[in-house]
C-alpha cells in the first residue's frame, strides 16, 4: 500500500511539477520545521509573572520608560471591554500595600473615546473573595501623549482576612475607543519593602502554550505548534487545529519581481483519528505584502446620530497621494458597534484625482447597477460580517442620485469600497452623501463617512487556499502525505514580498486537525546554478543540501530538492550535480 | 586504493541498506599556544579536527566550519587560508578534484582551506572543507572520485586542516572560533554505482574555541628582563618593590608578573621579598621560569 501511495504520489508530481529551467533559488527556510524550540516556549509577546485577561493585551517594545528596564512595557488596547493584566502577592491583614506604575499613550495610536488605563490595588481572602478594591484611572483621551505619567495607590492597610494583594493594569471602555496605553516600572510594597511584583518592568518574556516562535524562521497564528506525531521529512511537522477560525504558520521570504517563476510545494496530512469535518479545509498559501511601508489610512467618520434625519448630507475627505503608492481604496465606511442602531444609506460616492480634474474616479458611484444581496453592487467590494452588511437599497429612501443606494447595518465595521490608479503626490478629493431614515435612525455610538486605504499597487492578489493543487477537505484522503503546490509567475510591473503559509480554515467544524511538513519555495528562473540557501552563491553550505537532496535518477525527489532539479525531472541526480558543480561560486 | 576498497566492500556488505539516525559530530580547534602567553611576532598554528559519534552513522560525509576572530580582539587581521599541505591523505576524498569543495582563490587550486571574506584588515576564513562524493558515480569536473570512505572520525580525532598566522604586535588576549558548521555523516554506505545515504548531523562547537594571549613571556624573578634569573635581577627587584612606576619606566619590555615571586596575583608585593631572597639562592636560572 505504501508503494502505491509512493508510487501515485510521483505519478502527481510528474503531472504538475513545473518545466524544465535550469537556474533555482531556494528562499524558504528550516522548511522542514525541524529546528526551534517548540510549542512551549519563550514568546516575546507575554510578559513573564502576569495574569493576562482579554485578547489584546501584551509585551510591547513600542514604548519603555527609561531608565527602567531595557525596552518593553506592558500594552493593551482596544478590543474587550476590559483587558489587562495582573499580578498577586501574598500579604497579612494590617500590612501597608502600595502600588505604583508610569502610563503612557502614543500620539500615533492615541488613547480615544470612552478608553481609560487604569493601575487597581485589591485585596482578596483566602478563598479568593474581594475584601478591598482601589482603583485609579490614569489616563484618557485628554491625556498628554507620548508622556510617561506617574500613578501610585496607598499605601493602603490591608483588610481583616485579606491574604494577597493584587496589582492590575487594565484598559477599559464603554462603547466607542480606540488606542492604546502602556504600563512601566510597576511597584508593589508591603510596608514600605522592596518592590514584591516580578517582571515589574516587562523585561522578561514569558511561556506560551502554542508559542507562536516556537518553529525557527517561522511565526504561528492560532491554534498551531511544533509536533513529532508525524513527519514528511526529519522528525518534526507543524501540527494546526480548529480553535479559532483560522490557524496557521507563515513565512516572509523574499522581495519577489516581474517574471519571477515562483514554486511553492508542501506535504499535508490529515489523521483519521482526528480528521478534517464539515467545510473546513487546509492548504498552502502564497501572500503578497508591499515592498515597503504602507502609510496609515486616512477616514472623515463625521456621520454620527446626531446629524438630522431624511437628509443627505456630504462627508469628504481632501488628502494627498503618499510617495510610492499608486492605488488608493476608496471606502464608504458603517462604524457600528454594539450599542449602534438604525441604518445609513451611500449614494453618489465620488473620487477625484488631482491630475484630472472634475473627473470622477469611481465607477457606477450612485450604486444603480449590481444585482443585489451580499457584495451585490457592481464595481464595489462588500466587507463586513454575517450580522454587519453594505449591501445595494432601491426605492426604500430617496436616493441622491438615481433609485439605488448603499445601506449600511449592524453592530460591527462594514462598508464598500472601490481602487483606484493614483500618482505619488496628486491630490484627491473623496466625498460621499450619507443619509439615515426617521423609520430607522442611527443611533448610540457609531459613525459613518469615507475613508482612502493606500496601497501599492505592483502587490499582486494573494494565491489563497482553494485551488485545485493547494488545499484539501474533509473528503480528501486521510493518513496519506498529500502534495500540494502553488505554480506562479508574477506579473508584469509586479513588485511585493512573498509570504509562505500554511494554514487551517475552520468553517462550521468544531474538531479536526491537519499537518504539514516539507515545505519548499523556489524561484525557478533566478540564479544561474542552484542557491538553497537564498545568499546569492553556490558555495559547500549549498552542496551540503545537495548532497541530502540526492536521490539518483528517478527519484522519489527528497525534500528540499526542487532548487537542485535543474532538468526538472523530479529527482536530484548526476544530471542535477553535473549541473551544479560547474557553478560553484564559493561563498 | 586496495585497502580503501576492501574495507569499503566490507562496510558496503554489512551495512547497505541500514538507514541509521542523525550522529553528532564534534569540532576542535586546537593550538599549541593555547592558554599561552606568546611574544608578538610569532607563530601561531592551529589545527581542525572532528570526532564523529559511532553507532548512528558511518562516518564523515561533509563537513564545512568557519575560523573566525572574535571582533573583541586587541588587533584584527586577515587570517591566512589553512596549508593545503596539511590536509590528510584521508580526507583527498573531500578535496576537490576527487571531492567537493569550493573554487579555490588567489590561485589555491581548491577552497578547502578557507576562502577569506569580511573587511578588508579583519577577514576570516569562510567553508573550510568539502564533501565525499556519495553518489556512487564520478563526477566530470569535481566529485571525480564516487569510493566513499567510510568511518572518517570515529576512530578517534581526524584532523581536517591545520594552519598558522603571526601572532599581532598588539598585547592582549585573542579568542579565535570555529562557527557556522555543517556537518553531513553517512547513514548508509553503497557500493558505486549505488550510492550513498547521508544525513544531516548535530555539530558540537564546545570544543571549538583558541585562546592565547599575545605579550611578554613570564619568567618569575627576572627584573630586567634580560632572559635570566640571576644576582642582576637584585636591584630591579629592589626599585620595583619600592618605585614600580619607575621600575616600569626603566624595563618597559619586562612583564610585571616577573615579581609576583609567589604567584598570589598580588604584586607588587611585600610578601613577594621572601620568596625573591630564596629564589636567588637558585640563580642563575634560564627563563622561562612560570607559576608552579
Same mark, same amino acid.
Given at each position: 500500500m505504501k508503494l502505491r501511495a509512493v508510487a501515485a504520489a510521483g505519478l502527481l508530481l510528474a503531472l504538475v511539477a513545473p518545466t524544465a529551467l535550469l537556474a533555482r533559488q531556494s528562499i524558504l527556510f528550516n522548511g522542514s520545521l525541524e529546528f526551534g524550540p517548540g510549542p512551549i516556549s519563550e514568546d516575546p509577546h507575554v510578559p513573564a509573572g502576569w495574569v493576562r485577561f482579554g485578547p489584546t493585551v501584551e509585551r510591547s517594545d513600542e514604548a519603555n520608560l527609561v531608565p527602567s528596564g531595557e525596552g518593553h512595557a506592558l500594552k493593551a488596547f482596544s478590543s474587550d471591554p476590559q483587558v489587562g493584566a495582573y499580578q498577586d502577592v501574598p500579604v497579612l491583614p494590617g500590612d501597608y500595600v502600595y502600588i505604583s506604575a508610569s502610563l503612557y499613550t502614543r500620539s500615533t495610536d492615541k488613547l480615544s473615546g470612552d478608553a481609560q488605563a487604569w493601575i487597581i490595588l485589591e485585596f482578596y481572602k $483566602? *478563598? *479568593? !473573595? !474581594?475584601a478591598g478594591f482601589y482603583p485609579v484611572a490614569v489616563l484618557n483621551a485628554s491625556s498628554p501623549a507620548d508622556t510617561w505619567i506617574f500613578a501610585s495607590v496607598g499605601p493602603i492597610a490591608a483588610p481583616a482576612q485579606t491574604a494577597y494583594a493584587r496589582m492590575t493594569c487594565v484598559w477599559t471602555w464603554n462603547g466607542s475607543a480606540g488606542g492604546s496605553a502602556y504600563w512601566d516600572d510597576c511597584r508593589l510594597t508591603v510596608n514600605g519593602g +522592596? /518592590?514584591?511584583?516580578? *517582571?515589574g518592568d516587562f523585561e522578561t518574556a514569558g511561556l506560551s502554550? !502554542?508559542? +507562536?516562535? =516556537?518553529? #525557527?524562521?517561522w511565526i504561528g497564528f492560532n491554534d498551531q505548534e511544533q509536533s513529532d506525531d508525524f513527519a514528511k521529512d526529519g522528525i518534526y511537522s507543524v501540527k494546526l487545529g480548529t480553535t479559532s477560525a483560522y490557524s496557521g504558520l507563515f513565512q516572509n521570504m523574499t522581495v519577489l519581481n516581474a517574471g519571477d517563476h515562483v514554486y511553492l510545494k508542501a506535504w499535508a496530512w490529515i489523521p483519521s483519528s482526528d480528521p478534517l469535518t464539515e467545510n473546513s479545509r487546509a492548504g498552502i498559501k502564497l501572500e503578497f505584502s508591499p515592498n515597503g511601508v504602507v502609510p496609515p489610512p486616512e477616514e472623515n467618520l463625521a456621520f454620527n446620530a446626531n446629524q438630522p434625519k431624511n437628509t443627505w448630507v456630504q462627508v469628504a475627505l481632501n488628502t494627498t497621494v503618499p510617495p510610492g503608492i499608486t492605488v488608493a481604496r476608496v471606502v464608504c465606511i458603517f462604524g457600528g458597534n454594539p450599542q449602534t442602531t438604525g441604518e445609513v444609506h451611500f449614494d453618489a460616492a465620488w473620487a477625484e484625482r488631482g491630475s484630472q480634474p472634475g473627473v470622477n474616479q469611481l465607477l457606477n458611484a450612485s450604486f444603480e447597477t449590481g444585482p443585489g444581496g451580499a457584495n451585490g453592487i457592481t464595481n464595489w467590494t462588500e466587507f463586513g460580517s454575517d450580522t454587519a452588511t453594505t449591501r445595494k437599497s432601491c426605492f426604500a429612501v430617496p436616493a441622491y442620485q438615481g433609485v439605488c443606494t448603499a445601506k449600511s447595518t449592524g453592530p460591527s465595521f462594514t462598508g464598500i469600497y472601490q481602487e483606484v490608479a493614483v500618482t505619488p503626490g496628486e491630490t484627491l478629493f473623496i466625498r460621499a452623501y450619507l443619509y439615515t431614515p426617521s423609520s430607522n435612525p442611527l443611533t448610540g455610538t457609531g459613525a459613518a463617512g469615507v475613508k482612502v486605504e493606500w496601497r501599492y499597487g505592483n502587490v499582486p492578489e494573494n494565491i489563497d487556499i482553494g485551488g485545485a493543487t493547494n488545499t484539501i477537505y474533509a473528503s480528501s484522503p486521510k493518513n496519506t502525505w498529500i502534495p500540494l503546490y502553488i505554480d506562479y509567475t508574477m506579473p508584469s510591473g509586479s513588485n511585493a514580498i512573498g509570504r509562505f503559509v500554511n494554514i487551517i480554515e475552520k468553517g462550521l467544524a468544531t474538531s479536526g486537525r491537519v499537518y504539514f511538513d516539507a515545505c519548499e519555495a523556489v524561484i525557478? *528562473?533566478?540564479? /544561474? =546554478? $542552484?542557491? $538553497? #540557501? $537564498? #545568499?546569492d552563491d553556490e558555495d559547500l553550505l549549498d552542496f551540503a543540501q545537495f548532497q541530502r537532496a540526492y536521490s539518483g535518477s528517478g527519484g522519489p525527489q527528497r525534500w528540499n530538492g526542487i532548487v537542485f532539479d535543474s532538468d526538472g525531472d523530479n529527482d536530484v541526480d548526476m544530471v542535477d550535480f553535473n549541473y551544479f558543480a560547474p557553478r560553484m561560486t564559493g561563498p | 586504493m586496495l585497502v580503501r576498497l576492501v574495507s569499503f566492500v566490507i562496510v558496503g556488505l554489512t551495512c547497505s541498506g541500514l538507514a541509521l539516525a542523525t550522529g553528532t559530530v564534534s569540532l576542535t580547534l586546537t593550538s599549541p599556544s593555547a592558554g599561552q602567553t606568546v611574544p608578538p611576532g610569532s607563530t601561531v598554528n592551529w589545527t581542525i579536527q572532528v570526532t564523529v559519534s559511532t553507532g548512528d552513522n558511518y562516518g564523515l560525509a561533509l563537513i564545512a566550519c568557519d575560523l573566525v576572530q572574535d571582533l573583541n580582539n586587541p588587533a584584527l587581521f586577515d587570517i591566512p587560508p589553512g596549508d593545503a599541505a596539511s590536509i590528510p591523505a584521508i580526507m583527498s576524498g573531500f578535496n576537490r578534484p576527487a571531492g567537493i569543495s569550493n573554487p579555490g582563490e588567489n590561485g589555491a587550486p581548491s577552497g578547502y582551506i578557507g576562502v577569506q571574506r569580511g573587511t578588508a584588515g579583519q577577514k576570516n576564513l569562510i567553508q573550510i572543507g568539502g564533501g565525499q562524493n556519495t553518489f556512487g558515480q564520478a563526477g &566530470?569536473?569535481?566529485?571525480? %572520485?564516487?569510493i566513499v570512505e567510510s568511518g572518517i572520525g570515529q576512530s578517534g580525532p581526524q584532523a581536517i586542516l591545520s594552519g598558522s598566522f603571526v601572532a599581532p604586535s598588539v598585547e592582549g588576549t585573542y579568542t579565535f572560533r570555529l562557527e557556522n558548521a555543517v556537518a553531513n555523516v553517512l547513514t548508509s554506505v553503497g557500493t558505486p554505482p549505488q550510492m550513498s545515504q547521508v544525513s544531516q548531523a548535530t555539530v %558540537?562547537? &564546545?570544543?571549538?574555541v583558541l585562546t592565547f594571549t599575545v605579550g611578554q613571556e613570564v619568567c618569575i624573578g627576572d627584573m630586567n628582563g634580560d632572559g635570566t634569573i640571576s644576582f642582576g635581577d637584585i636591584n630591579a627587584f629592589v626599585v620595583y618593590q619600592v618605585n614600580f612606576a619607575a621600575w616600569q619606566s626603566t624595563y618597559p619590555g619586562c612583564n610585571p608578573k616577573n615579581g609576583d615571586i609567589n604567584c598570589d596575583d598580588v604584586y607588587p608585593a611585600f610578601s613577594d621579598i621572601n620568596p625573591f631572597a630564596l629564589l636567588m639562592q637558585q640563580t642563575p636560572k634560564p627563563c622561562p621560569n612560570p607559576c608552579p
Open positions: $483566602a *478563598n *479568593n !473573595q !474581594q +522592596p /518592590n514584591e511584583l516580578l *517582571n502554550e !502554542q508559542s +507562536p516562535f =516556537g518553529i #525557527d524562521d525557478l *528562473n533566478k540564479f /544561474n =546554478g $542552484a542557491d $538553497a #540557501d $537564498a #545568499d | &566530470s569536473v569535481i566529485g571525480t %572520485d564516487p %558540537d562547537l &564546545s570544543g571549538a
